[in-house]
């Protein structure tokens, strides 16, 4: 007996009240937007600047015991990492501990080096003091990671939109590129609402969701494009919703199964990659919902042509008038 998560032949009606779900998505921007102005993100150290240090020990190191030795010296954020240095021997253990600048610093002041050498001694004894080495990023720094985060968000959505233009139609491009536009705004949106920390691995996550998106979306509209030449007389809503209702089962199976692995990444995977899992079962939510209810609203808000045997006016037309 085989699972079906849906059912062969499905005939859902996508498209009868398109308006309302553009209305919502609209909505959604707005909230996302809106908090995003007035409440602003809370960015990691990997934007506001701060302090990696970098200890080595004898003993097997405990994440949680390292944190929760830190806690008292309310230092703000902190994220504690484990990592394999093939330099150190295999009863060498390494971590990397990363505080946040702290008022009126660039970086954090040697007494407070000082004081969290003192706590993790006590907590682990067998690290070793002086600390393997202390780096510091200042805000300067920093300031120029957003920057070049935002250009590429933005270079990826550029380049996606040039691909689709080329690919299929005008109005195929801005349907994806809206989906794309509107799952990084909802993304950003929810991490602004909830507070939820925002450091260069939340930007991996965003390019990746555009992928995501990306892929689902072109897969409806190659049926889309197929079923505007086999359906030549039917109306254009009728065959959007032919061709979602056909791709279905494959986008909700690939959208539970990458969600099931998620999920357990969550539970499972610890602080460290937390919000980048966070960011990214978020992403495949609204993901999955854009390219039905955002890309292909807007193609049917569009219009598209619907002879798909003569050349179009985009780049193939230009080759073949070169051709001639």
Request: aromatic share 10%; net charge negative.
């Amino acid at each position: 007996m085989r699972l079906k998560l849906v059912p062969q032949n499905t005939s859902f009606d996508f498209f009868s009240r398109w308006k309302i779900w553009l209305g919502i998505s609209a909505l959604m921007m707005i909230v996302a937007f809106t908090s995003f102005m007035l409440q602003g993100l809370n960015f990691g150290i990997d934007f506001r600047g701060g302090t990696t240090i970098r200890t080595q020990s004898t003993q097997e190191i405990d994440v949680g015991v390292y944190r929760d030795a830190l806690a008292p010296l309310e230092l703000g954020d902190v994220t504690i990492t484990e990592i394999f240095d093939p330099n150190f021997g295999p009863d060498e253990n390494v971590a990397m501990i990363r505080i946040q600048a702290q008022e009126d610093a660039e970086a954090v002041t040697s007494d407070v080096i000082t004081k969290v050498g003192e706590v993790l001694a006590a907590a682990d004894p067998g690290l070793k003091l002086p600390f393997e080495s202390v780096e510091s990023v200042g805000p300067k720094v920093s300031g120029e990671l957003i920057q070049t985060a935002v250009i590429a968000v933005v270079l990826a959505i550029g380049a996606v939109l040039v691909y689709i233009w080329l690919r299929f139609e005008w109005q195929f491009a801005l349907g994806a590129v809206a989906a794309l536009v509107h799952d990084v705004i909802l993304t950003i949106g929810i991490f602004s609402e909830l507070q939820i920390r925002f450091d260069l691995a939340i930007i991996a996550a965003l390019l990746t969701i555009v992928g995501y998106s990306l892929n689902d979306t072109v897969v409806v509209f190659d049926r889309v494009r197929e079923n505007l030449r086999k359906y030549k007389k039917k109306d254009l809503k009728e065959v959007l919703n032919i061709s979602i209702n056909e791709t279905l089962s494959r986008t909700v199976m690939t959208s539970v199964t990458t969600l099931l692995a998620l999920i357990s990444l969550y539970v499972l995977g610890g602080d460290v990659i937390r919000g980048f899992v966070f960011a990214m079962i978020w992403g495949v939510i609204v993901g999955t919902y854009s390219s039905v209810f955002v890309a292909s609203t807007i193609l049917l808000w569009l219009g598209v042509k619907r002879d798909w045997s003569k050349p179009s006016n985009n780049a193939g037309n230009q080759f073949a008038n070169v051709d001639a």
